[in-house]
DNA sequence: TAATTTGTTTAAAATAATTTTAACGTTTCG
DNA sequence: CGAAACGTTAAAATTATTTTAAACAAATTA
């Protein structure tokens, strides 16, 4: 069956479907993913799996964009390869569960702040303890080095809770705290 | 005082100082704030409250530059308007308190995006009822319909959720599920 | 009130990023 | 094999963003 009425419903169906995957996108842009990244992902987690030309085809872009499109979301942990039997081309697959995108796209970006910036705090701190212990250098400086000190000291609490954040995250737990809704249900 | 090795000293301080700065413009990118816009708000928070005079100086860049910056910044509310007394000038605070933050930083972005998906997914909704119920419309489309409906329906959880992790943090009541202080979480 | 300072807006320039075309190396399959 | 298909890389082209200089408006002060 193909009248013109199936035809109108297929094109509303579509538009529909556009306009959550926008908001997808939009969304998505707040955490800096680029916005064709997300109209990607939100086509993926509409359509289901797709090769590399059907997304081609549908966002009517190229085929490379396509690739590194697919590579970028890849890296946030929120797109995997998969199989299709029978077929030759690699297909891609959305993580459609939103709680694991959570899970993996913030968990990711939050371990790498706590190891990045206490990483510098170490290194800086070093610097700072000879400042400190320096002779011939003036108070004022002293001063100044032993605030920095102290203010960078303060905030290894925060990256250490965000580590904690996330090991809550990545065990489930989360969920027990701060659970879905009424209806529970087991998760991860 | 102030001889060659008060000097070397302010020169290691400096250092450090921007090591750290570094880190935190690198780690904020991850979220989509602009480098400049992350060493803006790192200066800050090592310097303390700044004018937009001090910044460009700081950062060797036009004042627009900074102006823009910081009301980006404000933007995220993690950056507010002071004032120095005795002082013409505008002085600019950044959030000290990294919890503070993340609570500010992280509750706009997750409101935001249950309020905007949620939206989009009512009216995607609507749409995709009026096909189901439609008549001349094939089978196959109405399917479509009604399984992009249900996977609309079953998102929709996420963002409540979203939405009481929202008021979990703004709370405070995270920090009781999730205490700061615990002895070791050096996982680095 | 005139001159100065401050902060913002606007338009242009500079810079950065995204996207595409073209080319390349692999793999698949007749 | 060899041809075709697939995915990626490299470059060039295009777009978008960021930055600045210049102009402006508001506030201050002398």
Redesign the interface.
């Known amino acids: 069956?193909?009248?013109s009425?199936?035809q109108e419903?297929?094109e509303?169906?579509d538009?529909?479907?556009e306009?959550?995957i926008?908001?997808?996108a939009?969304?998505m842009?707040?955490?800096?993913?680029t916005r064709s990244a997300g109209t990607l992902y939100g086509t993926m987690?509409?359509e289901g799996d797709m090769t590399l030309d059907e997304m081609r085809e549908k966002l009517g872009m190229s085929k490379p964009s396509m690739s590194t499109g697919v590579k970028k979301l890849q890296e946030f942990n929120v797109v995997k390869k998969t199989f299709r039997k029978g077929k030759r081309k690699q297909t891609y697959i959305a993580e459609?569960d939103?709680?694991q995108f959570?899970s993996n796209f913030f968990t990711q970006?939050w371990e790498?702040?706590?190891?990045?910036?206490?990483?510098?705090?170490k290194?800086?701190?070093s610097?700072?303890t000879?400042?400190i212990n320096?002779?011939?250098?003036?108070?004022e400086?002293?001063e100044?080095?032993r605030e920095?000190f102290q203010?960078?000291e303060n905030?290894k609490?925060?990256?250490?809770?965000?580590?904690?954040?996330v090991e809550?995250i990545e065990t489930g737990e989360i969920f027990d705290?701060?659970p879905?809704?009424s209806k529970d249900e087991d998760r991860q």
């Not at 842009?29 to 993913?33: A, E, F, T």
């Not at 790498?112 to 705090?121: D, G, Q, Y």
């Not at 320096?134 to 108070?139: A, G, L, M, Q, T």
């Not at 609490?157 to 954040?165: A, E, P, T």
């Open positions: 069956m193909s009248n009425s199936d419903a297929r509303s169906l538009n529909a479907k306009l959550v926008d908001s997808i939009e969304t842009d707040l955490y800096g993913v987690y509409l459609k939103f709680f959570f970006k790498r702040e706590a190891k990045v910036n206490l990483h510098s705090i290194d800086a701190q610097t700072l000879q400042i320096e002779d011939n250098v003036s108070e400086v002293k100044d080095a920095t203010v960078m905030s609490r925060y990256y250490q809770w965000l580590n904690k954040l809550t705290l701060i879905l809704d």
